[in-house]
């Protein structure tokens, strides 16, 4: 009652707020994965597992990936157009080469 956050992550400041909605979970997103032209850097170090599944980052590359204790475990990354981009995960950098519609599973240590 009278602000904050419902434990549904919605924010409890009535009317509904839809830039308080809407921009925690923008925030979120952006600790997770950032993206720059042909760059993705994943970023889940504060959380100790998760997942994330179907987020979409720039040059409309749909990625999934799962981490454990801080670390990525798991990549998927599908492409609607062939493209090259530089995945950086755990203090590691690769080159992929995505074709349209084929995806891309990487497996980290």
Same mark, same amino acid.
């Given at each position: 009652?009278?602000? #904050? *956050?419902?434990?549904?992550? &919605?924010?409890? %400041?009535?009317?509904?707020?839809?830039? #308080?909605?809407?921009?925690? @979970? @923008?925030? =979120? @997103?952006? !600790?997770?994965?950032?993206?720059r032209k042909g760059h993705i850097l994943? &970023?889940?170090?504060?959380? +100790?597992?998760?997942? =994330? /599944?179907? !987020? +979409?980052?720039?040059?409309? *590359?749909?990625?999934?990936?799962?981490? /454990?204790?801080?670390?990525? %475990? +798991?990549? /998927? &990354?599908?492409?609607?157009?062939?493209?090259?981009? $530089? &995945?950086?995960?755990?203090?590691?950098? +690769?080159?992929?080469?995505? /074709?349209?519609? =084929? $995806?891309?599973? !990487? *497996?980290?240590g």
């Amino acid at each position: 009652m009278g602000g #904050g *956050i419902y434990p549904n992550m &919605l924010c409890a %400041h009535p009317p509904f707020q839809i830039d #308080g909605n809407f921009g925690f @979970a @923008a925030a =979120v @997103a952006e !600790m997770l994965i950032q993206s720059r032209k042909g760059h993705i850097l994943l &970023l889940p170090d504060e959380w +100790k597992d998760g997942n =994330v /599944r179907g !987020m +979409k980052v720039q040059g409309d *590359i749909t990625v999934d990936f799962e981490w /454990r204790d801080g670390r990525i %475990h +798991k990549v /998927r &990354l599908c492409s609607s157009r062939e493209q090259k981009v $530089t &995945l950086e995960c755990n203090g590691i950098s +690769k080159t992929i080469f995505l /074709r349209p519609d =084929v $995806t891309e599973d !990487m *497996i980290f240590g």
